[in-house]
């Protein structure tokens, strides 16, 4: 989230599309439900299914899923169209004014680039054009042809109201009343607020959903404003946290991108990532790069690393491609891989395609299991019959389960949507001999550093030199960690003052990323982090209640990260002048002198408004991106492309391009290629989910909440069912190309029927809580349905939008 | 209403009854009625933040005695934190359910091993689980681990173990993984933030 | 409002001390603001120590099934279109009202099995039921039920426990979006004048509190956005005591009196011993059959 929690209640209107908030996250919904009742907020929910979110909506429009970029495009269009955007913060505070190289363009569904051979795009004209100065060329009254305002009208005026509802199968009258809610927004008195989730990355064109959305909330002027913002509600309690540590294959901690096999060079790749200000006066703030990655290898490698031994660069991986979750499985699906650790994870449950994980699972070696709860996953070799088809006597996987503690039973922060660590405290002893995490990963560790300290190896030195100063090797100290994930001086550091002013003294924590050096002299696991456990204690367990500007920051409440800053790009909720927007729901204003405010500004304290220095600080331009150059796989626009099963024949948005059928950059392996269904068998479309009673595959061990969803169910509207003679209570069996699930049939009239491009498309709701192990009555992986492929930037796999068939099975007669 | 001659009966039939009940000594000072004890009055509190989603809303875990040496916690009840910004108290229907998740019937309690080609458990002590698990990362890493790429270039990656990360483990366990996964080469990483 | 002397005794003719002056306490539900996702259901069973059977979906969210002796709140899922082509899901959490003039208080037999306590929670004490089940027969809301375990007649308690040390009910304590309130009645009833402006301003015309004046008013409310249909939320229109209590109350039981005189009390108590539960089936069958008449007229 750039905003959080809390700040939902600042909002005039809310949009929830791409995610079910009421559901998968309630107590964060409670905000919406107070901006509605004490800002008079409207909220409007866009959503497949008319779910328990659009339950308490002010408004509600359906649509097909898999065909958000259209009706966003649409969104986009439409306030282009009525001049409903804000236009002092759009020419200001994003690249709309930019020019873009003359040689960029989009045809028939491709940009310029684009190689249908190894389905990547050449992005070299997704580009500005630079001036002589190196800087880029801007025309403030965005008029010019080239420049990214006038790009995006022309690309999106193609998604007219009539294409929307032809696309989407959204009635226009739905579409235009939502786009003028939005659009309303285009005020400074006025903010909107998304919430998306899970809704919009699950798609082959998962980030690009997000980044239209990103778009409309740059051309309102509604990011870094309080009640604002882009708000990805995140899934796991801190899956914030291990994303912010980046356990990742291409990321090390704190969004430092590993290097690739040709970045042989340190200096180069410290330098490739340092990137120098495009515009004046700009902050550009990745030019701390090496600060960061330096104190990153100090943290690793202690005294190993120093600056005659490029701080142990060559010790960190090198990447010759991304080995995400589905490679991985790819991978172990072909036999290249021997072993495998699943940490609180479930992937026969989680990944797609069940069929093919439990076969690549199959030909490990080994396979540990680290976890509170049985889980699929430990047992994908077990015979449960219908619900996992397994031979164990052919099934040589050596399988290791180690219990480990749950929440209760341990100690340590999580990372909350909203960017804040939070502490929580052990409350009792777990279950037998359960063990944290922390043991289990450091009794694994140091056993095997123990191994090659003995025995040596192929290279050991990494393993051995890794820095292990805990009290107990096998049972480091929550706090421990956490201390050295924020960062120590490992000498003193100084300033650049003269005379210079200490600013931490060695061995001392630090207090912020401002003090990370790159000669050595600090260390800091995570520079996102730094500041979290400083001189002054463990921030993240602070427990202040006050509010003192009454709008929901908490500023003394755990610890936000960047330097507990709560809303990011704040510099933006102010004109150029440096006056909030909008008076009354202010972070940081400036005062004559520097920025001061209820929030920690986000920028130099002392960067004066007529310094135009950017809000959007770790950008190279400053600015908010309208056009996302060269950073996306399938184009620097969004464009709608339809889901790699579709009940369409072709793209309605290019119907004479194939190549433009679906997502062009999206990486798909040659047998999941051969799994796709099509129409013809399996005519409508299936959208998996959650259920507020439930929480993934773990709370189908909870009795309680399997007393509130005990078994397995599949949703179907009421026209679907009636074609199938299905009534509520039947059971049904639910086909995909890949496989079957069976399950009850509830009928509903809250999944509509929908005319798209002239035919009527139906859509099977599916929600994903059972499995063959739990106090629930058992049930089939829903993911025995679903496609193996992802986002062509995230490889996020597209559990949002497949193809079935649906037949009821009829009662045969006990024998 | 009308009132058949039955019911007339009947419910002259239980009102005698109990009117009788009351005369023939059930006093209404014996049948005061008491409200059930409430059942936290001297339980142990601890802040904790829930497991499940994003919003990390803050608990109150309750547990039996004071911590005392002798007395062993056992987790009798969790509720919402009121103090807490976000929640203020409130919990959803799988935060307000986490006592059964503490103490579901599946939780693991030992280390155990699945032999190959076999179809059941057996119990293993963390010592063996540990040294055997290191054996198996040792022998692949030995044997597969990258130095330098066909190009000469050097790469150091290890493609043959791979790992999915938790993302309900807290930043600590995430800091020790990743500085486990990365220091041994292995680049198949992966978490649950995308599923 | 924690203070919970008692105002009124089942099957009791000595009247309850009753110079003291206490607030009422209320539980209001907006509906307007429940998103249906049963909190309540998990808050009331871990606070009171119940846990229900895992049974099956039968083509519903509706989970369990029925209001049981173990399940005391349950929300009820209402797909309705007040107006065509306006689909509304209505999710109202149901349970004990509480009415200030309990129909089955009134209706038991056992002295002290159901109280009311002078802050308004009608309470039900297990110790002294005898599972005749009248109490559902005087409930015109259809709530208590009688376990199969023990025959004994169940529902929620407001968690007089919690209310009686000054906590809130764990349904209010739990609910994610605010939808359940709870305080003393008058402020109840005021917040609840705010929320039904709020809903007439987003077209809501006939919004309005839930408050029935046939059972003396609740200590259980409801806002409800179409108040002229409560129908459409599974709830009637104007609820009364049964007139089955009602007549119990007023002509029955001075006649009881009378009878009492001619029928021996060993004929009595085998009446009352012999089987408790067939009782009240046999009423509630004669009921159902003179309700299916009526219907038919």
């Not at chain 1, 002299?521 to 400083?534: E, F, H, I, R």
């Not at chain 1, 139906?762 to 992986?781: D, M, R």
């Not at chain 2, 050097?154 to 990365?182: D, F, I, P, Q």
């Amino acid at each position: 989230m750039t905003n959080h929690w809390v700040d939902i209640k600042n909002a005039d209107v809310i949009i929830i599309m791409g995610g079910n908030a009421a559901e998968a996250h309630p107590c964060g919904f409670k905000w919406v439900t107070e901006a509605k009742q004490h800002r008079g907020a409207t909220l409007i929910v866009v959503d497949p299914r008319f779910n328990r979110s659009a339950a308490v909506a002010d408004v509600y429009a359906p649509i097909r899923s898999g065909s958000d970029i259209a009706f966003l495009g649409g969104v986009i269009n439409y306030m282009l169209s009525n001049d409903k955007i804000h236009h002092e913060y759009v020419r200001n505070f994003t690249n709309a004014a930019y020019l873009v190289r003359p040689d960029f363009g989009f045809e028939d569904g491709l940009f310029t680039g684009y190689n249908a051979d190894t389905r990547k795009y050449d992005r070299d004209t997704w580009d500005y054009q630079l001036g002589e100065d190196g800087y880029v060329q801007i025309d403030d009254s965005m008029q010019h042809p080239r420049c990214v305002l006038q790009l995006i009208k022309r690309h999106y005026s193609r998604y007219t109201p009539e294409v929307v509802s032809k696309v989407c199968g959204t009635p226009q009258e739905d579409f235009l009343k939502v786009a003028d809610l939005i659009a309303s927004t285009s005020t400074p008195d006025r903010v909107m607020t998304i919430m998306y989730a899970l809704g919009w990355t699950q798609h082959t064109t998962g980030s690009q959903n997000i980044r239209s959305m990103a778009m409309i909330q740059l051309l309102l002027g509604n990011i870094g404003r309080v009640g604002g913002g882009v708000n990805a509600l995140r899934g796991h309690s801190n899956v914030q946290g291990i994303t912010d540590m980046n356990l990742v294959t291409n990321v090390l901690p704190g969004y430092m991108k590993l290097a690739s096999d040709d970045e042989q060079d340190f200096q180069a790749y410290l330098d490739a990532r340092s990137p120098k200000p495009l515009r004046p006066n700009q902050i550009s703030y990745w030019q701390n790069f090496p600060n960061f990655w330096v104190s990153l290898s100090k943290a690793f490698y202690g005294d190993a690393a120093n600056q005659y031994n490029n701080f142990r660069y060559d010790w960190f991986p090198k990447l010759d491609q991304p080995y995400d979750v589905l490679h991985m499985f790819e991978r172990m699906y072909q036999g290249q891989m021997n072993g495998f650790i699943s940490q609180g994870f479930n992937p026969l449950a989680a990944v797609p395609c069940v069929q093919k994980v439990r076969e690549g699972l199959s030909k490990l070696k080994y396979l540990v299991v680290i976890d509170p709860l049985a889980t699929e996953t430990s047992e994908f070799w077990a015979d449960m019959g219908d619900y996992n088809e397994a031979s164990p006597s052919e099934i040589q996987t050596e399988v290791f389960r180690l219990p480990s503690t749950c929440f209760a039973e341990e100690t340590g922060s999580y990372t909350n949507s909203g960017r804040v660590l939070q502490w929580h405290w052990k409350a009792a002893d777990p279950p037998g001999e359960a063990k944290p995490d922390t043991d289990i990963i450091a009794g694994i560790f140091y056993t095997l550093r123990r191994l090659y300290e003995d025995e040596g190896g192929t290279f050991p030195e990494p393993v051995v030199n890794l820095s292990w100063e805990y009290g107990h090797p096998m049972e480091p100290a929550p706090e421990d960690l956490a201390k050295e994930f924020s960062g120590r001086a490992l000498a003193d550091v100084a300033d650049a003052g003269d005379p210079p002013v200490i600013l931490a003294k060695a061995g001392e924590q630090l207090s912020g990323f401002g003090q990370l050096r790159a000669d050595g002299s600090t260390a800091c696991g995570n520079w996102l982090y730094c500041g979290a456990w400083s001189e002054g204690g463990n921030l993240m367990a602070r427990r202040d209640t006050s509010d003192p500007s009454g709008l929901g920051f908490y500023p003394d409440w755990g610890y936000a990260w960047p330097a507990n800053r709560r809303v990011l790009y704040n510099r933006a909720n102010c004109d150029m002048q440096g006056r909030p927007w909008d008076p009354t729901r202010a972070t940081i204003h400036w005062n004559g002198s520097k920025w001061v405010g209820n929030d920690v500004p986000d920028i130099k304290a002392t960067a004066a408004p007529a310094e135009d220095v950017g809000p959007f600080i770790m950008h190279p331009d400053g600015v908010g991106h309208l056009f996302a150059l060269k950073s996306m796989a399938e184009g620097p626009l969004p464009e709608h492309y339809e889901p790699f099963e579709t009940p369409l024949p072709a793209n309605p948005m290019h119907p004479d391009n194939p190549l433009a059928l679906n997502n062009p950059a999206t990486r798909i392996f040659a047998y999941d290629r051969e799994q796709l269904g099509t129409a013809d068998k399996f005519p409508y479309v299936a959208t998996t989910y959650r259920l507020t009673e439930h929480y993934h595959y773990w709370t189908k061990n909870v009795l309680a909440n399997s007393i509130l969803q005990p078994s397995q169910f599949v949703e179907l509207g009421q026209e679907l069912a009636a074609e199938k003679g299905i009534k509520d209570g039947d059971q049904v069996k639910v086909m995909s190309n890949r496989g079957y699930i069976r399950a009850v049939a509830v009928v509903t009239k809250r999944l509509k029927q929908l005319d798209v491009d002239g035919r009527k498309v139906h859509t099977v709701g599916i929600p994903i809580h059972w499995g063959f192990i739990g106090v629930a009555q058992k049930g089939f992986l829903a993911n025995r349905l679903t496609p193996f492929v992802g986002d062509a930037n995230a490889q996020t796999p597209e559990f949002k939008a497949f193809l079935v068939n649906v037949e009821k099975i009829v009662p045969t007669a006990q024998a | 209403m009308e009132l058949s001659r039955r019911h007339f009966f009947k419910v002259c039939a239980a009102g005698a009854g109990s009117t009788s009940l009351a005369m023939l000594g059930f006093s209404p000072a014996e049948a005061l009625a008491e409200v059930r004890t409430f059942k936290l009055a001297h339980t142990t509190e601890t802040r904790s933040t829930c497991p499940y989603c994003s919003v990390s809303c803050g608990l109150i875990v309750y547990s039996l005695g004071d911590r005392a040496k002798n007395a062993r916690s056992e987790i009798i009840h969790i509720e919402g934190d009121p103090d807490h910004p976000v929640n203020r108290g409130t919990l959803c229907p799988k935060g307000a359910g986490l006592l059964d998740f503490v103490h579901s019937e599946n939780r693991l309690r030992h280390p155990e091993y699945r032999a190959a080609g076999s179809s059941e458990w057996q119990r293993i002590s963390w010592d063996e689980a540990f040294t055997r698990i290191a054996r198996h990362m040792k022998d692949d890493r030995d044997a597969n681990f990258i130095r330098r790429n066909e190009s000469g270039q050097t790469v150091n990656r290890w493609l043959t173990t791979g790992m999915l990360a938790s993302s309900a483990a807290s930043n600590e366990t995430g800091w020790l993984t990743v500085k486990m996964a990365r220091s041994l080469g292995i680049v198949s990483l992966d978490t649950q933030a995308r599923i | 409002m924690a203070s919970l002397d008692i105002q009124a005794r089942s099957a009791t003719t000595t009247p309850s001390p009753g110079v003291r002056d206490y607030p009422d306490v209320a539980k209001l539900i907006d509906i307007s603001k429940c998103i249906g996702c049963k909190a309540c259901q998990v808050a009331c069973m871990e606070w009171n120590d119940l846990r229900d059977v895992v049974g099956e979906n039968t083509g519903s969210y509706q989970n369990p099934p029925d209001l049981d002796a173990k399940s005391w709140t349950l929300m009820r899922f209402y797909e309705v279109e007040p107006e065509p082509n306006r689909l509304e899901w209505l999710i109202r959490k149901d349970g004990c009202m509480h009415c200030a003039d309990p129909g089955c208080l009134a209706a038991c037999p056992s002295p002290g099995a159901i109280v009311k306590y002078s802050n308004g929670i009608v309470d039900f004490n297990q110790e002294h039921c005898i599972g005749c089940g009248y109490c559902i027969t005087g409930c015109p809301f259809d709530i208590p039920r009688i376990s199969q375990t023990d025959h004994k007649a169940y529902k929620c308690s407001l968690c007089s426990d919690r209310v009686a040390v000054g906590l809130e009910p764990a349904c209010v304590k739990t609910c994610p979006t605010g939808a359940i309130t709870f305080g003393s009645k008058p402020d109840m009833i005021d917040y609840a004048v705010d929320r039904v402006r709020d809903l007439q301003g987003r077209g809501f015309k006939n919004a309005a509190l839930y408050d029935p004046p046939g059972v003396g008013g609740t200590h259980v409310m409801y806002v409800l956005q179409h108040a002229d249909r409560p129908e459409l939320y599974g709830l009637p229109q104007d609820p009364t005591i049964s007139p089955l209590v009602e007549l119990w109350k007023g002509v029955a039981k001075p006649v009881a009196i009378g009878v009492m005189a001619a029928v021996g009390l060993t004929a009595l108590f085998h009446y009352i011993t012999r089987g408790p539960n067939a009782v009240s089936k046999e009423i509630e069958e004669d009921e159902e059959r003179k309700a299916k008449e009526e219907q038919q007229v």
